[in-house]
């Protein structure tokens, strides 16, 4: 599903981003996947669709397609993150995820996170504490997480006024 990703940081950064259905890497992943299996051509593949308008249950592919996608986001998360904390030295990062329902109340989380680089392991540390925040709101997809990666990117870390660092990042399933 499509999400929007707000964020705001000291160092007067800020990013918002609507970013696209995840979906749509399986639907075309799907249909590689079938014009590969069939012969006959185009209109082999529109005879095929026809005949098998029910969807296929066996997700092999998305599945094999979802769990790459989740490794490389995760190692981006791991190098943004360690590259935004050694740059600033410690952070406080907020994480907001939120997502909406029309006929029961919205499903939301948050946490607040400090983090130094005198911590043991402090990647480890942000992903327990953002792991339970994104399940709660259905967003703990490899997208969402490649997005947190992003804004740790391009967040340089700049100290406010006073040299606290913080880090506000909001989730909404959209």
């Not at 012969?39 to 005949?51: D, L, M, P, Q, R």
């Not at 259905?138 to 606290?164: H, K, M, Q, T, Y």
């Amino acid at each position: 599903m499509s999400f929007r990703l707000f964020a705001r940081g000291t160092g007067d950064y800020h990013h918002t981003r609507n970013y696209s259905d995840e979906g749509d890497v399986y639907d075309l992943a799907e249909a590689l996947g079938r014009v590969d299996a069939l012969s006959g051509g185009v209109s082999g593949v529109i005879e095929n669709e026809v005949a098998n308008a029910v969807p296929n249950s066996d997700g092999g592919f998305q599945a094999a397609l979802n769990a790459m996608g989740t490794m490389q986001c995760m190692s981006l998360l791991r190098t943004n993150f360690t590259l935004a904390l050694a740059n600033a030295g410690q952070m406080t990062v907020f994480v907001a995820a939120r997502s909406p329902n029309l006929i029961f109340p919205d499903t939301s989380d948050c946490f607040t996170g400090y983090y130094t680089t005198r911590d043991y392991s402090p990647v480890r540390d942000f992903i327990r504490d953002v792991n339970p925040t994104l399940e709660t709101a259905d967003l703990n997809r490899f997208r969402v997480i490649g997005a947190i990666a992003e804004v740790l990117g391009a967040w340089n870390g700049s100290p406010a006024p006073r040299g606290e660092r913080l880090l506000n990042i909001t989730v909404t399933d959209t």
